[in-house]
């Protein structure tokens, strides 16, 4: 079973930057393709930025240029670096994979997540 555990909970001003982080287990990490996502209160869960197990990345319009997502392969973790942050990036961010960059995948159990509140 593949578990993530994400950290870099904050509270930051707009136009401030957070680090995110998730640390997942398992063996197979370098080959998943993976995701960070975000539910705002009231809202569905969301698909932030994706990472491909060699390293292609996409984000959603709302973060684009903002967002930067990376993974270090070694240490089975993904990183979300968030610059220029904005009172409606306020959500619970969590990781996982991204399935639908994959032939045959699927997310894992979620994570319990990590807060990022903005707000001045």
């Known amino acids: 079973q593949v578990q993530f555990v994400e950290s870099g909970e904050g509270l930051v001003q707009p136009g401030g930057s957070l680090r995110l982080s998730c640390a997942a287990s398992g063996s197979r990490f370098s080959i998943y393709a993976m995701g960070w996502y975000r539910q705002a209160p009231g809202k569905q869960r969301e698909l932030v930025a994706t990472i491909t197990s060699g390293g292609s990345t996409n984000y959603a319009d709302s973060v684009k240029g903002r967002f930067t997502i990376s993974r270090d392969n070694g240490k089975n973790t993904v990183s979300l670096q968030m610059n220029s942050l904005k009172p409606e990036d306020t959500a619970v961010y969590y990781c996982?994979?991204?399935?639908?960059?994959?032939?045959?995948?699927?997310?894992?159990?979620w994570g319990q997540g990590t807060l990022v509140t903005v707000s001045s």
């Open positions: 996982n994979t991204d399935p639908t960059a994959m032939s045959f995948g699927y997310l894992e159990a």
